[in-house]
């Protein structure tokens, strides 16, 4: 099919707006999919996305559309994700289109990450094609929506297709909008090979499988392909699309998007990002590639069986072969042994990696508790970057410490104005401004310092106003703080994987409801456990872990004995979660208890 | 030594923790069943005939609600069919007000020379939340037809609303009318139960509550001349259970009736829970086992240390030795290390600090293999 008629597009929007059940629609509308054999966010094929309903991976998809015209269309249809954490999945998504489809909710209006997403579109000079969904719910107020779209976007609105992607209205329009309004793909057939990486995933069978967008030129198998950053030359076995599953193709040709496998085998040799060229005939230039990705919290991973560490180490480089912004070093602890420290989007973005690494590879792993990169300024001058408590200097060496700084922006109806400010002070926010968006919307501008957001702040903002805030911030720089490190003692030991690092104003109630929470989340054992919080030696805060006093069986006669062995037999398979620290039982959770740091 | 076990599914009423096959509405099946009882052991004969056993329990339900004369045949069917020695521990277990001059002449006529009352609790109040049919009164003229006679009583502790004086008052009664052994046993809310829901209510007291009645029940046997030889049993010198010791020194028995278990060269089986099943099964000549398990080597290890290990004398690793053929010592030197402040040897015998006794499970599972 001529370049003219492909269309190249991902859909954009607030997380929980709609975008999977839109791509579910559009898949169906084309005939990709039967009505049969529609599952439910068919793009979400990972089990934490289905359960959470969130869309982590992007996933693309190729559609044939006949269109009002009459012509037949190629659609690439890049599934992204919509949270917070992912934004760099989505930079990536976008650099592979020409077009992008906003969905806003009819019933929520413009959020927090519509507004981040939409100008990462216009940073990738796309064209945005505004659609109002879900106005089949009786809250729904489309015009409203569509009046944000302009006032707070700027976007004209007016010919916006108004759809419900639950009950499939209206979607006719969609695909007729797509192909009248996003261009074709430009570049050059004859030209040299060059494809964009825009993702990868590692298939036991075929090697790693390079998700491109070709932008000059053509691919087939038998051609022999390198990268621009590698000398490495591997020949291409297959080519192919996405229906959504990989299905092979003779040749990718310019303005397609679809996959190479060219038998790479491990994973440090491809990079997301990087550009494929013909090894026999090299393009000059690379695409430019995407803005390195930052990691914002950082945290430990430990195989929770001690000689698990080489699995753990597989698996986590399996799991950065299709996410580019998972960083990892190894790392080792006195309290845990080998293991790693690893960099992430965001909390979600942390969990979800957890999750993966037990699901998809079978490991139980412990976790610690997530940190920010504190800048260290030490007393010969010297600057470095901490990002594990448990590395920083002596307090002697310390000159002074600076905390990450982000700038938040939170959206949401003017009756939680207050509890929202309230949430800010709390967290040593400093205000910035305050706009009425309408009269039902309100953005705050906050500068606050990361390691009070990493926690469970997103939570505290939807918990305190019923869900209806929305957050999104963005990395401002350091500021000097006073920040103090806080021990943790088991049973008179400290405790190196749980120390964190705190401000100074905060390290008591910090210390002390951390130490609650310890107590709670500890099992009784057999001797009594003191768990203490610590500064620099001094003890701020102290709770007991009693010692246990029953664990027995009350009876166990003849017909009981089978049963009883049972019972024990799994009390022996729960200590398999639990780490022996000292002479005291952990269950692995405990490392996250440090997050909760307050009760609500 | 081996022990027989028979099970007698009926009762008055049933109580409302109890989770044990029992069938208060069938009471009237009672001839039939016992019939079947006495078949199935004429069934077990020929397998069984170079056992010697010792003890022959008579459990439920409540074995006393039935005709006295059917358990006077019962004895008799278990003498006919197997060597039962004749200095056998016959024990029944009986509720107070189920039981009569009568019976309790008739069952020593037929040489029953052990009994064992489910009194729980000396609290009226107690005895109606718990769903049971007596009175403190019931026990006492009870406890007075059995006088001279060996007999335990049953204590229940963490019982709701109860108080440290309550279990002090129970053991108090007991003592006074004579029991030779107390079973004293923590109350254990199984799901599916009544009390189940007290219990998930929160209305029950909790585990360090019942640790402290525990301890307190535990010192008052003491003074009144109960040494403790397992954690839930507690006998005068020599009256010590001998069915159960057989039990948890993993000897091998033979259980008779509805949802009774065997164990019988390494293998465990269980009669069917199911009345009419059971029926069934012996009326056309066949045994109601439905489940049959082979215990391996280390299997036996695992269930033989669990069981030991409750009891005050703990494992003897000359037993172990000559079970076995390994030694104890040896083969667990690294957890008996690890748990070398809660364990303790005393002469040839391996076994729980007496403190540790009631937290037993966390140090018994460093015993086990993990499967």
């Not at chain 1, 700038?407 to 400010?421: N, T």
């Not at chain 1, 490190?485 to 401000?503: F, P, Q, T, W, Y």
């Not at chain 2, 010592?329 to 690294?334: L, V």
Request: proline share 4%; net charge negative.
């Amino acid at each position: 099919m001529g370049k003219k008629n492909i269309r190249n597009f991902c859909i954009i929007a607030h997380i929980d707006h709609g975008k999977s059940t839109l791509a579910d629609r559009l898949m169906e509308c084309t005939g990709q999919v039967s009505e049969r054999d529609m599952e439910a966010q068919l793009l979400d094929s990972m089990d934490i996305e289905r359960e959470r309903g969130i869309t982590i991976k992007l996933a693309p998809v190729r559609m044939f559309y006949k269109a009002d015209d009459g012509e037949e269309y190629e659609l690439n249809l890049i599934d992204t994700p919509g949270h917070v954490d992912f934004t760099y999945e989505v930079s990536r998504s976008l650099a592979a289109c020409e077009g992008a489809v906003l969905i806003v909710d009819a019933t929520q209006g413009v959020e927090a990450q519509t507004l981040a997403n939409v100008y990462l579109a216009l940073e990738n000079n796309l064209e945005i094609l505004p659609v109002i969904n879900k106005i089949d719910l009786p809250s729904a107020r489309p015009e409203e929506a569509k009046k944000e779209i302009e006032e707070v976007i700027g976007l004209d609105a007016s010919y916006a297709p108004l759809v419900s992607a639950k009950e499939g209205t209206n979607i006719h329009e969609v695909l007729e909008d797509v192909v009248k309004y996003f261009p074709a793909p430009s570049g050059d057939r004859s030209a040299p090979l060059k494809a964009l990486i825009f993702d990868s995933y590692y298939d036991n069978y075929k090697g790693v499988i390079l998700f491109v967008r070709i932008v000059d030129g053509e691919v087939k198998s038998g051609d022999r392909i390198k990268t621009f950053r590698s000398e490495k030359v591997y020949e291409v076995v297959e080519t192919g699309a996405f229906s959504p599953s990989l299905v092979p193709k003779e040749n990718l040709s310019v303005g397609e998007v679809g996959y190479i496998a060219a038998s790479i085998k491990t994973i440090q040799e491809v990079a997301v990002g990087d550009t494929v060229i013909n090894a026999d005939n090299l393009a000059k230039e690379p695409l430019p590639g995407y803005k390195k990705v930052q990691s914002v919290v950082f945290c430990g991973i430990y195989p929770l069986d001690g000689s698990k560490f080489n699995d753990l180490k597989d698996a986590i480089m399996k799991l950065q072969l299709n996410d580019a912004s998972l960083i990892f070093e190894p790392d080792s602890s006195v309290a845990l042994g080998f293991g790693f420290r690893c960099g992430f989007l965001g909390l979600l973005h942390m969990e979800i990696i957890q999750e993966r690494i037990e699901r998809e590879f079978g490991l139980d792993i412990i976790t610690t508790a997530p940190s920010v990169s504190y800048k260290v300024v030490k007393t010969d001058g010297e600057e470095i970057y901490v990002d594990n408590p448990s590395h920083l200097p002596p307090t002697s060496e310390i000159e002074h410490m600076e905390e990450p700084i982000v700038k938040a922006d939170i959206y949401s109806p003017p009756e939680y104005l207050g509890q929202i400010m309230d949430l800010c002070r709390e967290k040593r926010g400093v205000f910035l401004q305050m706009t009425y968006l309408d009269k039902s919307r309100v953005r705050l501008e906050y500068n606050l310092p990361l390691n009070e957001i990493i926690f469970d702040f997103f939570d505290a903002v939807k918990s305190r106003t019923r869900g209806y805030a929305s957050f999104d911030y963005e990395i401002i720089g350091y500021q000097k703080s006073k920040l103090v490190k806080m021990d943790i003692l088991l049973n008179g030991e400290v405790c190196d994987a749980l120390s964190m690092i705190v401000h100074e104003d905060s390290a008591y109630p910090r210390g002390r409801t951390l130490c609650e929470n310890l107590k709670e989340a500890i099992p009784r054992q057999l001797f009594e456990v003191p768990v203490q919080a610590a500064i620099g030696g001094k003890i701020i805060a102290r709770e007991t872990v009693k010692a246990m006093r029953k664990d027995v069986l009350a009876k166990c006669y003849g017909g009981d004995i089978t049963r009883k062995k049972k019972l024990l037999e799994k009390q022996k398979e729960g200590k398999k979660r639990m780490r022996q620290i000292g002479n005291v039982e952990v269950p692995s959770e405990v490392f996250m208890q440090i997050l909760k740091t307050n009760k609500d | 030594m081996a022990g027989i076990y028979v099970h007698v599914p009926f009762c008055k009423s049933k109580c409302r923790y109890c989770d044990f096959t029992s069938f208060p509405d069938k009471i009237t099946f009672a001839e039939s069943y016992m019939a079947c009882v006495y078949r199935e052991m004429s069934m077990r004969r020929e397998d069984l005939k170079d056992y010697k056993f010792d003890t022959l329990y008579i459990g439920g339900g409540t074995p006393s609600v039935i005709d006295e004369s059917y358990i006077a045949m019962l004895v008799a069917a278990a003498r006919k069919n197997f060597n039962l020695a004749s200095d056998a521990e016959i024990t029944i277990e009986i509720n107070p007000g189920t039981i009569s001059v009568g019976k309790i002449t008739l069952y020593e006529k037929c040489g029953i020379n052990r009994y064992s009352v489910g009194l729980q609790s000396a609290i009226d109040g107690q005895l109606r939340d718990l769903g049971r049919t007596h009175t403190l009164n019931d026990f006492v003229s009870c406890a007075k037809l059995l006088k001279g006679k060996n007999f335990n009583v049953d204590v229940m502790i963490g019982l709701k609303g109860q108080s440290e004086d309550d279990i002090l008052k129970t053991i108090e009664v007991a003592s006074v009318f004579g029991a030779s052994h107390i079973s004293m046993y923590a109350l254990t809310p199984e799901d599916g139960t009544p009390i189940y829901t007290d219990y998930l209510n929160g209305e029950l007291p909790d585990a360090d509550e019942v640790a402290a009645m525990y301890e307190t029940g535990v010192k008052k046997l003491k003074e009144l001349g109960f040494e403790r030889y397992e954690v839930s049993n507690f006998a005068k010198r020599g009256f010590e259970s001998r069915h159960n010791l057989n039990y948890w020194r993993r000897g091998e028995y033979i259980g008779f009736g509805v949802s009774a278990s065997s164990c019988v060269n390494n293998i465990r089986f269980t009669n069917t829970f199911d009345l009419d099943e059971y029926f069934k099964c012996i009326l056309s000549g066949h045994l109601a086992v439905i489940d049959r398990e082979e215990i391996d080597k280390d299997g036996q290890k695992e269930e033989f240390i669990m069981l030991a290990l409750r009891t005050a004398e703990g494992l003897n690793v000359n037993r172990y030795q000559s079970l076995f053929g390994s030694d104890f010592k040896e083969e667990f030197a690294s957890t008996i290390s690890k748990m070398r402040e809660y364990v303790e040897f005393s002469g040839d015998n391996f076994k729980i600090k007496d403190r540790y006794l009631f937290v037993q499970n966390s140090i018994i599972v460093e015993f086990l293999r993990l499967v």
